[in-house]
């Protein structure tokens, strides 16, 4: 719209105001002035852009120029100041106005899409404003750091700087939630979650990301996006600490969680004896969990607990001799390593099940 005229409509009465101001050599009054920022605002509205209205200005005060510096050259260049700073005021506060109302149409937008809130034929046409095709299927990334971030944080600017200048315009989405930076992109462009992974790691510095599975139409979104959550959340508890972890690596902790009374049983049965070991059931459980990440290796196993390989046998011997699983025996080893899996998630021995 910048290339359009700039009706007289929105200089009503600026010629006249001027003449009276040099003339005179009184100030602006309040109503001049807020006048002034209301034609501004309604230049706003109408869609002319702040450079075309200053121009239009200027070209009229040119066109005036010798009645109104007739009485002090000095004294028109601040006038016509005074008065151009008025209106741009009242354009700037009107486009300041339409960017939250836009912020905040965007953020519910979001919102609705993340927790599946409202119909799901009107969230899809609501999406194509923000460039996404919700009839394919879409994957979430989701990154976590140390700290909460914001869509005015620096890294969020950041990661859309380079994620943007990497990819355009491909119908991706970026925004925040939670203090997390979030990046929504189709599900066959996994090259796009791919970098804002790296991305979203550097900007964080050391967080982690989590890319949940692509699934189709806007409930795919949301399942997706739960899905990185989730996985974020098994990466805590399960103390993973892989910068990237996809969803799909991951199927198999919430098929082991899916009934949790089965798996406080087994805990129970299989490690409870740990229990009344002097010292507790912690640093045996610890034992084998480093045992088992480190491909049942002791020497490496021991390294990570800063043992002696001899000190961690005999953890291993004790264990056996307590639960009569035996961690170097293939069928006892799956039972125990499913167990410490369960402890972990279940967050057992701290809290009993």
Request: glycine letters at 8%.
């Amino acid at each position: 719209m910048t290339g359009r005229e700039v009706p007289d409509e929105y200089l009503d009465g600026y010629v006249q105001i001027l003449t009276e101001v040099c003339a005179t050599g009184r100030r602006f009054t309040r109503d001049e002035l807020e006048s002034l920022r209301t034609r501004g605002e309604r230049a706003a509205e109408a869609g002319f852009g702040l450079r075309a209205v200053l121009r239009r200005h200027l070209a009229v005060a040119r066109d005036h120029w010798p009645e109104l510096s007739a009485a002090a050259g000095d004294r028109a260049l601040a006038a016509v100041e005074q008065a151009i700073d008025a209106f741009a005021e009242g354009h700037e506060r009107a486009q300041l106005l339409a960017v939250r109302q836009e912020e905040a149409v965007r953020r519910e937008f979001i919102d609705d899409l993340l927790y599946g809130r409202s119909d799901l034929g009107r969230l899809s046409e609501r999406a194509e404003r923000f460039g996404l095709l919700l009839s394919r299927a879409h994957a979430v990334a989701v990154a976590q750091g140390d700290r909460p971030v914001e869509e005015t944080d620096p890294a969020t600017r950041q990661v859309e700087s380079a994620v943007v200048g990497r990819f355009g315009e491909r119908r991706i989405l970026l925004t925040t939630k939670d203090g997390r930076l979030i990046c929504i992109a189709p599900g066959d462009q996994d090259d796009v979650l791919a970098f804002f992974a790296k991305q979203a790691y550097a900007a964080t510095e050391g967080g982690q990301v989590a890319i949940g599975r692509p699934h189709p139409g806007a409930g795919g979104v949301v399942h997706s996006y739960e899905e990185a959550l989730n996985a974020l959340d098994l990466a805590d508890r399960l103390q993973i600490h892989e910068p990237v972890l996809r969803a799909a690596d991951l199927l198999v902790y919430p098929v082991l969680t899916r009934d949790r009374q089965a798996m406080a049983d087994l805990v129970g049965n299989t490690l409870g004896p740990l229990l009344s070991a002097r010292g507790g059931a912690r640093p045996l459980v610890e034992t084998l969990t480093a045992y088992f990440d480190s491909g049942c290796v002791a020497a490496e196993a021991a390294r990570r607990l800063n043992l002696s390989v001899r000190a961690f046998t005999y953890r291993l011997e004790r264990i056996h001799k307590l639960t009569g699983a035996d961690p170097g025996d293939p069928v006892h080893r799956y039972t125990l390593q499913t167990a410490v899996i369960g402890a972990r998630l279940l967050g057992w021995p701290d809290d009993e099940v």
